[in-house]
């Protein structure tokens, strides 16, 4: 099975940018399809973006589109998510997930494998 760290998450300002990591070990991730979820104070997780195991192919919640950019490496076993303009809205633990199947997903519940998260807090 794969292990997943994510880094990068802290403070930032309305409008700034931020990008996020998530470190893979235990098997390569050229096998999963990847995602990025996002869970705020008293709400329920949401996705925020997947990437197909090629990384041809990107999906988007549609509260982040045009704003959030996801991307892989699978010579480095990472996967990022950039993050420009950001929001007060943005707050959130991010997660990272990985997915055995490459079929489109957005349902928390069909992803296999999870990080513990970052912390992202956007100030007005």
């Known amino acids: 099975q794969v292990q997943l760290v994510e880094s990068g998450g802290g403070m930032a300002q309305a409008g700034g940018s931020l990008k996020l990591s998530c470190a893979a070990s235990g098997r390569t991730i050229s096998t999963y399809a990847m995602g990025w979820f996002r869970q705020a104070p008293g709400k329920e997780r949401e996705f925020v973006a997947r990437?197909?195991?090629?990384?041809?192919?990107?999906y988007y919640g549609d509260s982040v589109k045009g704003r959030l950019t996801i991307s892989r490496d699978n010579a480095k076993n990472t996967v990022y998510l950039q993050m420009n303009s950001l929001k007060p809205e943005d707050t959130a633990v991010y997660y990272c997930?990985?997915?055995?199947?490459?079929?489109?997903?957005?349902?928390?519940?069909?992803?296999?494998?999870w990080g513990q998260g970052t912390q992202v807090t956007v100030s007005s």
């Open positions: 990437i197909s195991r090629s990384g041809y192919s990107t």
């Open positions: 997930a990985a997915d055995t199947r490459d079929s489109y997903t957005s349902k928390e519940k069909e992803y296999d494998y």
